[in-house]
């Protein structure tokens, strides 16, 4: 590895299509890479993206990732756009970090919100590429009082969610948003939203 993880990714071309594609998924997160123990800060500004050594004081999440997938990154932004393949492997790689990240809010982990939410105690979620032919997928189990996101497929599952890539993004917008205001009002809205979008991306398993 004759370069950073820093050198590297600051050589991705900033144009809008790749800004807008990470714009409101987070504000600033940490990224590890496990090979070279090299730790990093991204952080979305108004038309840029900064990256800079070290991790944040305050991350949205970290993100562990392995030198191959700050290679990828670098292939899937190379031309300045993100296709529907290039979108799905990047979210793969922020997939599970994500769900944890939001899962941890005390909002989010409130069992009386998630009764009101009607949100199942278990789930299996799967993330398609826009060939349906691969998923990475993981389970959502909540216990005590909190939520586990556990890699793979345990348990049996009340509800099954099928996303893309776009999908995807759009719920971490929704629910980062509710997260970055924190208002009544906003999470009564997110919580709307969010049963009338699971209908689209999820089957409910009755027993």
């Known amino acids: 590895m004759d370069k950073s993880a820093l050198d590297v990714w600051r050589m ?3 144009t809008p299509e790749v800004v807008t594609f990470f714009t409101g998924i987070f504000d600033v ?6 090979e070279t123990g090299e730790e990093l800060s991204v952080a979305i500004e108004r038309d840029a993206i ?14 562990p990732i392995a030198w191959e997938n700050v290679e990828n990154m670098v292939a899937h932004a190379e031309d ?10 990047i979210v ?17 982990s409130n069992n009386l919100m998630r009764r ?28 005590k009082g909190q939520w586990l996101v556990i890699s793979g497929l345990h348990g049996n599952p009340k509800r099954t969610f099928r996303m893309s890539a776009e999908d995807c993004i759009d719920y971490q917008r929704k629910v980062f948003s509710a997260i970055k205001k924190n208002s009544l009002f906003e999470w009564f809205r997110f919580s709307s939203w969010y049963r009338k979008w699971r209908k689209g991306v999820s089957v409910r398993h009755r027993r």
Request: proline residues 9%; contains cysteine.
């Open 12 to 14: 991705i071309p900033q």
């Open 29 to 34: 997160i940490g990224v590890s890479i496990s």
């Open 50 to 63: 900064r990256i800079d050594p070290g991790l944040p004081e305050k991350p949205d999440f970290v993100v």
């Open 80 to 89: 300045g756009e993100i296709d529907p393949r290039e979108a799905w492997r």
């Open 92 to 108: 793969s790689v922020l997939f599970t970090s994500l769900t944890q990240a939001t899962l941890r809010n005390p909002i989010m």
């Open 116 to 143: 009101i939410a009607m949100v199942e105690d278990i789930a299996h979620v799967f993330l398609v590429a826009p060939d349906g032919k691969e998923a990475n997928c993981h389970t959502l189990v909540y216990v």
